[in-house]
């Protein structure tokens, strides 16, 4: 492949090797105007190369930027994007299988929001795939911290798509042009609202019942913090979704129903997941630090507290410095928290 001698040379293999290195590459090549050349695009995965709720990110950051790419194919590991003007409109943007399309959102939801207009976005695929935050996280925990920053979105989810068949549906208005704020979140304050959500689709309420009753068992939370929510969806499935709302924000936990794992196993992965949460000072939890990089980046400046970071976390803070000068500080905090700031470079 040919790319342009100012290209940005990225090995996808670096760090946790995965997706998120394409995504964020995508989106703020956008908003800086600065092309790059990836290899060895996720080369550390069972599957290397692009599958399809990544080719799809790739279209959709040509289509609202104008690029030029080379490489956008299934199963490529190289891709050389030009980025162009971003422009603000009406877009569908489908999967065609059960691929996450709440991540397709987060490769185009930065570039929309850095440019003056307003964008109604479509987005057909996977909702609730156990590879990906499920819808709730975006609309219930991820977009009022945008909120808080200035941003302006908004997303609804019309029809539920489970792993592995998909066809489910949201949409999003994102209104752009105006900068964001600084977010420096370091308490969460008391809890004001607990939530256990076990929703399924084409399969008996049981499984449901007997995820909220091992909920109940394990946390002791009351009756009426419990719902089974039945949906309609192209396809069987089960998610189990722990939320709780802080004074200062909120966090969601999920867990997906799998083939020869017990109802009871599903719980107990998530109880687990929210206890070393909740067993922490700190406000964001590990996949709640991950997403938050960019916008405090595109910011220029803030902070929080998460209660662990993961590989996936520390290769983003790579790729987003190559693209924009920051630069991020990783402490100590008591508890064995961390804090994360983020500073001009």
Do not use: C
Request: charged share 20%; aromatic share 6%; proline share 6%.
């Amino acid at each position: 492949m040919q790319a342009p001698k100012d290209a940005i040379v990225i090995d996808g293999s670096e760090g946790e090797g995965g997706g998120q290195i394409l995504r964020t590459s995508l989106a703020l090549s956008l908003i800086t105007g600065r092309p790059f050349h990836l290899v060895k695009l996720r080369a550390r995965r069972h599957k290397p190369g692009l599958l399809r709720q990544h080719l799809t990110a790739v279209r959709a950051a040509t289509s609202v930027g104008a690029a030029k790419v080379q490489g956008d194919a299934l199963g490529s590991q190289e891709l050389v994007f030009q980025p162009g003007p971003v422009k603000h409109g009406e877009y569908t943007f489908s999967v065609g299988s059960a691929g996450s399309v709440t991540l397709v959102l987060q490769t185009v939801i930065w570039p929309l929001l850095h440019a003056p207009g307003t964008s109604t976005l479509s987005f057909e695929g996977g909702t609730h795939n156990p590879m990906a935050p499920p819808f709730e996280f975006i609309a219930e925990v991820f977009l009022p911290l945008l909120h808080r920053m200035g941003a302006q979105v908004q997303a609804n989810l019309e029809r539920v798509g489970f792993y592995p068949a998909g066809g489910g549906r949201f949409t999003a208005k994102v209104t752009g042009g105006e900068p964001l704020k600084p977010l420096h979140w370091h308490e969460r304050g008391k809890v004001v609202r607990r939530q256990a959500r076990a929703i399924y689709a084409n399969l008996p309420k049981s499984i449901a019942d007997r995820e909220l009753r091992a909920v109940q068992n394990l946390l002791g939370w009351e009756r009426s913090e419990l719902r089974a929510i039945e949906v309609e969806s192209a396809g069987p499935g089960n998610a189990l979704l722990l939320s709780v709302e802080f004074e200062h924000g909120s966090e969601l936990f999920s867990a997906f129903g799998e083939k020869r794992i017990s109802a009871e196993q599903v719980a107990a992965r998530v109880v687990k997941e929210l206890g070393e949460h909740l067993g922490s000072a700190a406000p964001v939890g590990p996949h709640l630090a991950d997403q938050l990089l960019i916008p405090l980046a595109l910011a220029g400046s803030g902070s929080f507290l998460s209660h662990s970071l993961t590989q996936h976390t520390l290769t983003n803070m790579s790729i987003v410095r190559r693209f924009l000068a920051v630069e991020f500080e990783v402490t100590d905090a008591p508890d064995g928290a961390r804090r994360v700031s983020v500073r001009p470079g």
